[in-house]
């Protein structure tokens, strides 16, 4: 009880002991198993970070484009045109914000849980951004869209820092597993995310393959942890399973298949101390199956979102707008926020669209213009908005008792 209460709140310690559920275990640390994703663009900074990590789960804050939480920053990079000038300068204010972000979070938490920087492999600034948020003493770093291989070489100089890839099959987790074995360095934790469920940009190939069984929680999770059984691997690696966990009975099903921990997006972004607009939290609790929508986003991934009227807008022409990409041409938001882009690198069948654009109008809840990404299922308040607190104390409280 007192390894709990060192790094969990003590009445949620309480909780999670009558829960029937077990805790999540991270490099000597024993924590909620309630992991908060992470949201871009700003959706996730360090108010939502901050707020779970100091009840004792792993508070996330997203890398991208943070400037935005940050009006001096902003007023900096406004105007500054097109070309490399412009994007060096954009560059530098995110990466200053995340030095900004990571500290108040840090504050925020008083001494709880764990502080996690949320970076995106398929954005520019990976590397900058990884580097960055260690430096400024973020407790574990968790890559996602994409497969960091080169992640054990960013954090060489960290040894001490957390590195948890998110993968969404077997066969991914044993393709980085061994690569990461050369560079003498393996996973502290693996973010298993179920593409069909999870919101945002989604682990499949294309929106076709999101039905696809191999991504069952029933399927990769025992093939997970026999593959790192038969790999010898002496310590064991947390699985934390993400994607459509909404209830206590969602954490109880997981863990007994496996999973460790479970890890929520949606229900954390919709709270009191989101970092979001409040228009923005109603749109995705007040959103429901029907309002959903599965397309292919400019990053060439599968995305899921809610259907706004940019959206439909959008997808009402997408065909034409792909058969008409042909040529590279000049990003107008000055820097390259993604490596490969759909739309500024003119690729058929890719999405047409400026995702940090639509993402940042979404953060100031700007309904006709905002992409407003949401993973599957009901939310565990309905369409009310709450605080992390109560969301985390109904995760924890079975439904008979709740």
Known sequence: MSEVASCVEPALAE????????????????????????????????????????????????SVDLRRHHPDLMD???????????????????????????????KCSAGRGLLAMNVMRAVSQYAASVKRALEA???????????PLDLPDLAQDHPKALLIPI???SRGVQLLVKKWERKKRLPDAIVIEHPRLAGG?????????????RFDFERVLPETREFLHKAGIEREIPLIAAGGIRTHAD???????????????TPFAVTEEGDAHPEFKRVLAQAREEDMVEFTSVAGLPARAVLTPW??????????LQAAA??????????????????????????????????????????????????VGALPFGDQIRSVRELIERLLTPAAAA
Not at 139 to 147: E, K, N, R, W, Y
Not at 311 to 320: C, D, H, N
Not at 345 to 363: E, K, M, N, S, T
Request: glycine letters at 14%; charged letters at 25%.
């Open 326 to 375: 042909r040529a590279k041409r000049r990003c107008t938001k000055a820097f390259d926020c993604l490596a490969q882009c759909g739309l500024r690198d003119g690729r058929p069948g890719w999405g047409q669209f400026c995702i940090d654009h639509q993402l940042a109008a979404a953060l100031r809840g700007d309904v006709k213009k905002g992409l407003f990404f949401r993973g």
């Open 201 to 213: 940009h989604l682990g499949a190939a294309k929106v076709a393959d999101l039905d696809d069984p």
């Open 167 to 169: 993968l969404s099959d």
């Open 15 to 62: 909780l999670l002991e009558r829960s029937g559920l077990s805790a999540l275990r991270l490099r000597g640390r024993r924590l909620l198993p309630i992991v908060q994703g992470g949201m871009g663009v700003g959706v996730s900074a360090h108010r939502l970070a901050g707020s779970v990590a100091a009840l004792g789960g792993v508070g996330t804050l997203s």
């Open 137 to 147: 003493g973020i407790d574990a770093i968790v890559v996602g869209a994409g497969l």
């Open 76 to 106: 900096r990079t406004r105007g500054l045109g097109s070309g490399e000038a412009a994007k060096q300068a954009i560059d530098a204010a995110n990466l200053e914000a995340i030095d900004r972000e990571v500290a108040a979070a840090r």
């Open 311 to 320: 959206l439909k807008a959008y997808l009402g022409i997408e065909a034409k």
């Open 251 to 265: 954490i109880a099903r997981v863990q007994s298949l496996g999973a460790s921990a479970v890890q929520l997006g």
